[in-house]
């Protein structure tokens, strides 16, 4: 069984930080490439950042020199640490895993945190 749990969220104000995690089970994890979405009210999801097996990543430029993913292969675990942190960044976050042959929409999603920046 395929569980993808993530932790971290809250209420903070702008110019803070928060560390997102996103731990894993039912998978291996070392060969999944590991991301981190958001949805904001009434938007899309949209991909925050990924990390692929080798480690090399990928930001949105909304994130970019604010946010940094990294990836724990000995405890199945992402993170994603967010600096100066914006109100354009509340939504709910959510970590999807996925193998690189297949679309990240394919791949298996957790339930989701919310993070809430107050102006």
């Known amino acids: 069984q395929v569980q993808l749990v993530e932790s971290g969220g809250g209420l903070v104000q702008a110019g803070g930080s928060l560390r997102l995690s996103c731990r894993t089970s039912?998978?291996?994890?070392?060969?999944?490439?590991m991301g981190w979405y958001r949805q904001a009210p009434g938007k899309q999801r949209e991909l925050v950042a990924d990390?692929?097996?080798?480690?090399?990543?990928n930001y949105a430029d909304s994130v970019k020199g604010r946010f940094i993913i990294s990836r724990d292969n000995d405890k199945n675990t992402v993170y994603l640490e967010m600096n100066s942190l914006q109100p354009g960044d509340t939504g709910i976050y959510y970590c999807?895993?996925?193998?690189?042959?297949?679309?990240?929409?394919?791949?298996?999603w957790g339930q989701g945190t919310q993070v809430t920046v107050s102006s």
């Open positions: 999807n895993a996925h193998r690189r042959a297949v679309f990240a929409s394919s791949g298996s």
């Open positions: 990390i692929n097996i080798d480690r090399s990543t």
């Open positions: 039912g998978i291996i994890f070392r060969l999944n490439v």
